[in-house]
């Protein structure tokens, strides 16, 4: 069984679109979290959220919002899209915080805006 | 600029030999690391972690050295084989971050 699921893994869509990615986690994590890797395969954090709190990395822009329907679930999504948003965005969770546990990633989806 | 880097972008090794993937990290204060095994098209994959309180951890075929002292991790993959081909990420986490520091990567390559 698949431990961390995302949906599509691969987007192309145009510029000025709204999009949302799907993950799912069926590990009974309690935190989840969003990542996005650039084309030189740099990974930087996104979001982290519980059900408790949902901690924002500053540089991301608010057309991002992560939408948590419950605790196994935590979805993305993206408003007006723009070239810069081109990437492969990964799901992750943790048992509990996100710095002291690891993280367990999921298989990527690849978002590509015309 | 990011606190976690590595030395070397790319490593090429032959097939059977072992390879060190080398991180420094620049917040003393991260207790947490771990290093992540990233494959063409997939996300990354544990491989091992470390916690601060220790200086070196073993699993199959793979080692973690900690150097608190340098702020330097290590990780050794013993008698290397094709499918150890991949981008190796380090990870800090800890010391205040709201979650783990990713460093840039380094692109394992295996020659037969």
């Known amino acids: 069984d698949t431990a961390v699921s995302q949906t599509p893994k691969y987007l192309v869509t145009q510029m000025g679109n709204d999009k949302s990615i799907k993950c799912e986690q069926n590990?009974?994590?309690?935190?989840m979290y969003w990542y996005k890797q650039d084309s030189k395969k740099f990974l930087k954090i996104m979001f982290s959220?519980?059900?408790?709190?949902?901690?924002i990395n500053e540089t991301v822009p608010n057309r991002f919002s992560p939408k948590s329907p419950d605790k196994a679930h935590l979805n993305l999504h993206i408003n007006s899209l723009e070239l810069g948003d081109s990437a492969v965005y990964f799901c992750?969770?943790?048992?509990?915080?996100?710095?002291?546990?690891?993280?367990?990633f999921g298989p990527g989806t690849r978002l590509t805006v015309l | 600029g990011e606190s976690v880097g590595l030395h070397l972008p790319t490593l090429s090794v032959q097939e059977g030999d072992n390879s060190i993937i080398n991180c420094a990290y620049s917040?003393?204060?991260?207790?947490?690391f771990i290093w992540y095994k990233q494959e063409s098209g997939k996300g990354p994959q544990f491989i091992i972690d470390?916690?601060?309180?220790?200086d070196k951890r073993q699993g199959q075929r793979v080692t973690v050295l900690l150097n608190k002292t340098v702020k330097h991790l290590s990780l050794q993959i013993a008698a290397t084989q094709p499918g150890d081909s991949a981008v190796y990420f380090c990870?800090?986490?800890?010391?205040?971050?709201?979650?783990?520091?990713f460093g840039k990567g380094t692109h394992l390559i295996i020659q037969p």
């Open positions: 992750a969770s943790s048992l509990r915080g996100p710095t002291t546990d690891t993280q367990y």
């Open positions: 470390i916690r601060s309180n220790m």
């Open positions: 917040n003393s204060a991260s207790d947490y």
């Open positions: 959220y519980n059900n408790k709190e949902l901690i």
């Open positions: 990870a800090e986490g800890g010391g205040g971050a709201d979650g783990l520091t």
């Open positions: 590990l009974g994590h309690d935190t």
